[in-house]
Nanobody
Framework: QAQLVESGGGLVQPGGSLRLSCMSSINILRFSLMAWYRQVPGKARELVAS???????QYGDAVKGRFTISRDNAKNTLFLQMGSLKSDDTAVYSC????????WGQGTQVTVSS
């Protein structure tokens, strides 16, 4: 099972930007799908963005036009560029990947507050 390690979370003011990274322990070309999810305590986990092996990208309705998912195959890293952040974006963001198995990262906290 792949190990996924997220980084880049933190505290940011409304309207600000943040970039999350997810580094994989295995070659990310082995994944058929990689994605970012987020979760707030007491609420269901929500898909933020996904990218498939053929570079098909999907975004959750709440982040369309503000967030961008990308990957660097040479660095085995998935990214999430977040802009125009709102307080509603506050959550734990987790990386997810599908190969022969499904893998999750430990999550990174993003807090949007003034």
């Amino acid at each position: 099972q792949a190990q996924l390690v997220e980084s880049g979370g933190g505290l940011v003011q409304p309207g600000g930007s943040l970039r999350l990274s997810c580094m994989s322990s295995i070659n990310i070309l082995r994944f058929s799908l990689m994605a970012w999810y987020r979760q707030v305590p007491g609420k269901a986990r929500e898909l933020v963005a996904s990218i498939s092996s053929d570079d098909t990208i999907q975004y959750g309705d709440a982040v369309k036009g503000r967030f961008t998912i990308s990957r660097d195959n040479a660095k085995n890293t998935l990214f999430l560029q977040m802009g125009s952040l709102k307080s509603d974006d506050t959550a734990v963001y987790s990386c997810y990947a599908v190969s022969a198995e499904r893998s999750w990262g430990q999550g990174t906290q993003v807090t949007v507050s003034s």
